[in-house]
Each structure stands twice: as C-alpha cells, then as structure tokens.
C-alpha cells in the first residue's frame, strides 16, 4: 500500500510546474504561489546552493575536531552555553533540543502558512551559511511537495531566537518523531513519511538547531497577510467607487489634480483605480449650477445636493492609500527576511570561523505586522463607515431604510422586513475585532529563558494577529459588498460602470438580491472567497481592460 501511495505522489509531483530556490531570489509572492491550490509549484534547491551548503559543513567538521566550543554544536543552548560537551555527543544533542522545544498550544496553523513556513525554512538554508547538509534541506521540500506537513501549534514563540518552539514540529517531521499531517489526516510522521516513500533524517551537529532558530514561522503568517492585504486594498477601492453610484456621490473627489498636489505613492494608486472603476467620469461636480443660480432676497437657500461627499467616501484614497504604502515597504522588508541567514550561529567560510549573533530577531517582520494590521484596521473602519451611510435611510440619498425590498403599503410584507440592520450590526462588531487587535505587539517584549532571551521581538504575534486582522477587514468588504450590490438593485443598475457592473454581477453569481429577510452567513461566506481568490479583482481589472 505504501508503494502504491508512494508511486502516485511521484506521479503527480512530475506533471508539476517547479520553483527553484537559491536563498537569495524568493518573493512573498512565489511564497504565496507554492504554499496554495491544486496548482503549487514543485519546490526543489537551486543546484548553485549545494556548494555552498557543502563548504560551511566541512568547516563545521573542521572545528569540531579541532575541539574548538561552538554554540548549539559542543555546547549547551541558550543560557547554558557554558557547559562544553564532546562532539561524540553532538547528533544526541540536536534530538534533545527538538523534543524539550516541542512544547506548542493553541490552535494549527492554517495549512497554507505550514507550507509557507516550510519553504521559508528551506530558502533560508539554502544560502549555505548554516551548515546543514542538502539532503536534509531536500527531505524538507519533498514533504511539502508530498504533503506532509508538521502541525504547528500557533502559540510558544517569543520571536527570538526565532520561533524556536513552533519550527520544533518542523524538525519533527523531518527527523520522523511526532505528528504529522499527510492528506488532511494526523497520524505518526514515521508513517506519513513512509507513505511516500521517504526516509526520515538522522540529523548531524547544528542541523536541528539550524531547522528550529530561524524566522521562518513568523514570516510565513506574514507572506500571506501581506498578499491577502493587497486584495483587501483593491476591494476597498471597489466599494468606495460602488458606494459613490449607489449613494449619487460626486466623482470628482477622485480628480487627478486633487492627489497630484499630495503625492502619496499610495492615495495616488488608489485614486486611479477608483477612477477606472467609475469608467472615468467627466469633469462634473454637483455643486457648480447650484452656485451659479441666483440666491434668494434673503441671501440664502439650501442646495439640493450637497457639494461635497461625507469623509468616508471623499476621503476614502487616503485611507486604503496607507495601505498600500505600507504593503510596499512591509513587502521589502519580508522579502529580505525570507532571502536571509537567520539562525546562529553562523559559518564564515571565507575567513574560516563561526560566527554568534543574533540575525534570528524578527524585529522587522514585527514591525512591519504591527503596521500592517493598523493600516488594514483602518480600512475596515472605513467600509464599515461607507455601510451606515449606504444603509441609513437619513444619508443614503432615497436607497431605502437598511435597504429593504420596495413594498407596497397595503402589503403584509411592509414593516415586517429588517434588511441589512443585522448585517450593519455583524461588520461593526467584526471591525471592532479588528481595531482591538492593532495593539502594537512588539511593545511587549520580555525577558525569558533565564535571562538570556532578555530582549525579545513578538514578531509572531504580530504576524498572526496581522493575519487575523486582514481576515476581519475581508469580512467586513464582503458584507459591504452584499449591501452595495443590494443598493445597486434598488437604486437601478445603469448608475454602475462597466467594472463595477462586473464585479456586480459576480456578486450576484452567489448571492441573490434579498427580496425579504434571509440568512446571509452563508453570502458572506461566498463573497469573501471570491475577494480572498481574487477573482473579484480580475473580474473588475478585465471590464477595465475592455473599456
């Protein structure tokens, strides 16, 4: 039966596109690409990284028989790298450190970010600076590659050195101890692995230190935070050109001229998008014929529309302009990371000596997630805004109140139906959620491990609550989506563009207009997928396209 499993995983990774990784050339969004779908890409090492890989191993050899101390390799971990042990007892010593850190609660990570943790892990290593053999960096890819993954418990790591306790499961796998996850199922890993056809490692001095101090956990959440907020931005930008139709706004707010005078890469971006999704609309501003008629005697009379739209929608490119900006550099910043050495120590073959520091600080990805997660929160409090002004029946411009079907009075229906009320109530409590977690979780640095981890990151916590935080805004847009979509029912479908009336009719595609009160879970449900696949952005992007 093994064989059998074995031969058709060797099948299907041969009909498999592959990514090639160096440690120097992979992006957040490669890391993306192989980490999700049916279509990922076969991961495999760059040949160019063996020699280098093999070069660091034989001066790890040559300092061990010279009886040379080195940390983690003839010496204890952490605080007790005093005490010095014999490099007969080096392979001993890496078993031991998988099993004290296999100590992980919480929930499993999401698979996608398992996957993305294990590619990180393996580019990393493949720079060569480690001093860990290929084949063991090949067995890694090649339980991705096959789907046995480690599950991760979310919860244990303080983000230096590194994320020890989470990248434990990841030695575990590879060395055939523990669990593992193979097709969705848990079970021993020795017989995940055996499934497939492949050895478990016996790992050699520094290799399980080397799999468990790096930053690959943390970067992992954030590869994927980052490419889901991005989809987020452009889905803020959709609303707020739907939202301006449906509400009868005044395009012009998103005139050229306006963003060229603060040119914010960013509000730049998203002014110009706004515009396409709008078709382009002509130089026309509501409130001109207003100011050129005559007032009264009295010198003052009300305007039928107003001149200018609520913070909201005006105002609207430079909130998700934020955004954007800060996807930008956050992206630089991740990128590096996952192009780095960062477990220690380090082997400088050039100059022939091993070198301790401290490149396993994931001070940058924290910094970076506490941004991101700030910036995203405060798209969702924007959508959440546009929703009461779409849904409120005192600033929706003659939309219906929570946006109900149209009844006649002598209906039973009329007064029966509540409409998106409880929907406003769902995304103002999810944007809440997400306010609440842009606490800065790098300010809460600790110090542990006997003092010796005095000075630590909480760069992981920043990159899962990052990542929960752009799940909380993607909800949020989906509901918004829903009531615009309603609203554009109700106020008539010609006021949208050619985008807008794609992304529409996407909508649509799963979810109905509510002609009475429904359950709308399951809608939300839909329509987030459609943002977080991206399919809503390539339906809008290709009606542009057309135009």
């Known amino acids: 039966m093994h064989g059998s499993t074995a031969a058709q995983s060797d099948a299907l990774e041969a009909r498999k596109t592959e990514l090639t990784i160096d440690g120097h050339t992979l992006t957040v969004g490669d890391v993306v690409s192989a980490a999700r779908g049916e279509d ?231 002014a110009h998008t706004i515009r396409e999704l709008l078709g382009d609309p002509e130089d026309r501003d509501p409130g001109v014929a207003q100011r050129d008629a005559s007032l009264s005697e009295a010198g003052f009379r009300e305007l039928e529309e107003p001149i200018q739209d609520r913070y909201s929608i005006r105002c609207a490119p430079h909130v998700t302009g934020v955004l954007r900006d800060t996807l930008d550099w956050a992206t630089n910043w991740v990128d590096i990371e996952i192009n780095s050495s960062n477990d220690n120590p380090l082997f400088d073959v050039g100059a022939g000596v091993v070198r301790n520091g401290g490149n396993f600080y994931g001070g940058h990805v924290g910094q970076a997630m506490d941004a991101l997660k700030t910036a995203a929160a405060s798209v969702a409090d924007l959508l959440d805004r546009q929703l009461e002004l779409v849904v409120d029946e005192k600033f929706n411009n003659g939309l219906t109140p929570n946006l109900i079907p149209r009844f006649e009075e002598d209906s039973w229906d009329a007064g029966m139906h509540h409409g998106f009320k409880g929907m406003q109530i769902a995304a103002s409590g999810l944007t809440a959620e997400a306010l609440k977690n842009t606490m800065p979780a790098t300010s809460f640095s600790r110090s542990t491990e006997a003092h010796n981890q005095d000075k630590v990151s909480m760069a992981t916590i920043a990159a899962r609550d990052a990542r929960t935080v752009v799940e909380l805004v993607r909800q949020v847009a989906a509901i918004h989506l829903l009531a615009l979509a309603q609203a554009a029912d109700l106020r008539g479908t010609e006021v949208l563009s050619a985008p807008t009336k794609a992304a529409y009719d996407l909508v649509r595609s799963v979810s109905p207009t509510m002609e009475g009160d429904r359950p709308l879970e399951g809608d939300i449900q839909r329509v987030a997928s459609l943002i977080a696949t991206g399919a809503l952005r390539s339906a809008a992007e290709a009606a542009v396209m057309a135009a």
Do not use: W
Request: glycine share 10%; aromatic share 4%; with cysteine.
């Open 40 to 270: 990922a890409p076969r991961v495999v090492l760059s040949e160019d990284t063996v020699r280098r890989m093999l070069m660091s191993i034989e001066l790890k050899g040559q300092v061990i028989e010279a009886g040379v101390p080195v940390y983690g390799v003839t010496s204890g971990f952490g605080d007790s790298n005093t005490r010095q042990i014999s490099g007969k007892k080096a392979e001993d010593l890496q078993k031991n450190l998988i099993r004290f850190l296999s100590c992980g609660i919480g929930p499993t990570a999401p698979e996608d970010v398992i996957r993305a943790t294990m590619i990180i892990r393996a580019n990393c290593l493949a720079r060569g600076y480690s001093a860990v053999r290929p084949e063991v960096v090949e067995l890694l890819l090649e339980c991705l590659n096959r789907d046995v993954l480690p599950p991760i418990p979310e919860r244990g790591s303080v983000g230096a050195s590194g994320d020890l306790v989470p990248l434990s499961y990841v030695a575990s796998v590879v060395t055939g101890t523990g669990r593992a996850l193979h097709e969705g199922v848990e079970k021993p890993s020795a017989e995940a692995l055996a499934a497939v056809g492949l050895e478990p490692a016996v790992l050699e001095a520094k290799e399980g230190l080397a799999l468990v101090n790096g930053t690959s956990f943390m970067s992992g959440f954030a590869a994927t935070a980052l490419h889901d907020a991005g989809e987020l931005a452009f889905t803020a930008d959709l609303c707020t050109a739907l939202a301006s139709q449906v509400l009868q706004g005044n395009p012009m707010h998103f005139a050229p001229f306006i963003f060229e005078q603060k040119p914010h890469s960013g509000t730049i971006r998203s």
